[in-house]
């Protein structure tokens, strides 16, 4: 039941953050962006990561709008795979933290201590599962790194080790 209502919660809030937001431009300025040279190399250090544990996985890398910017499912991932790393990217970005804190709290049925960060994105799913991290830059979410088709901890483990590749 508290995963449910967490679920109903997260699904609400984004419908009404999307109704406020969809339409005008970005507040506060341009946002800082994710380019694509930097969304391939992630992709790429994710995937010799993934490959160095033997795993076969999917990468999704958001901007900040939640819009995908580079994805790519390797040979041997599973068809959930594909949903399930965009979704954790997404749900990265809107909390702000790792999915793997929000799913924890989902669990617990614990309050969620996190800064929603509102997309110009239209209604897409997230997945509060481990596995997603905010891609950030001079301290500004540029969008969200989500790997599925392993385990959880490996999923995280190797998005991370893209994102400690690129400081």
Known sequence: MKKLTFSFYCLISLSVVNIGFAQGPPRGGTPASMDLATAKSLTEATVTAAKAANANVAISIVDANGDLVYFERMDGAISMAVTSSQGKARAAILFGIPTKTAAEAAAAG???????????????AI????????????????????????SPGNDEAFAQKALDGQK
């Open 110 to 124: 614990t309050a969620l201590n996190a800064k929603i960060t509102p997309s110009g994105a239209g209604s897409s």
């Open 127 to 150: 997945a509060v599962q481990q596995g997603g991290l905010p891609i950030m830059k001079d301290g500004k979410i540029i969008g969200g790194i989500g790997v599925g088709g392993s």
